[in-house]
């Protein structure tokens, strides 16, 4: 009995490991922001977190500023990488400075894309509205 006792508990052991092992989940997110209007008080620029949603908190992978500079568009690249058991669900705030306005907003990437385990997401954020 306790053979067979200590044999299923292994068995139990062996398959927990094996199936809730952590998968390392990567997002890249790349796009363009554009921004029309200048502000000659200071630069323009865009700033871009990349987090995940959480049952009880986000998961927090990167933050990148891009700056408008000499032209109205940027291309942006953004990537992070987290352990889960599951896809990730990942979003973007971000924070745009253009002609004198702030906008923030939050972009939810499943909408500009496939959510796998390891997924590339494109999207066009327009500052300037």
Do not use: W
Not at 3 to 15: N, P, Q, V
Not at 21 to 29: A, D, K, P
Not at 53 to 72: A, C, H, N, S, V
Not at 85 to 102: A, F, Q, T, V
């Amino acid at each position: 009995m306790v053979k067979i006792y200590s044999i299923f508990l292994f068995l139990i052991l062996f398959l927990n490991t094996f199936i809730c092992s952590l998968f390392e989940n990567e997002v890249i997110v790349r796009g363009i922001a554009v921004c029309y209007e200048r502000d000659f008080r200071g630069p323009s620029y865009i700033k871009i977190s990349l987090l995940d949603k959480e049952i009880f908190r986000d998961y927090y992978m990167g933050t990148e500023i891009y700056y408008f500079l000499d032209y109205p568009d940027i291309d942006f690249t953004i990537s992070g990488s987290a352990d889960e058991l599951s896809p990730l669900d990942p979003y973007i705030i971000y924070e745009c400075y253009c002609g004198n306005h702030i906008k923030v907003r939050e972009v939810r990437l499943y909408e500009h894309g496939v959510n796998r385990r390891n997924s590339i997401y494109y999207i066009k954020i327009d500052c300037s509205q």
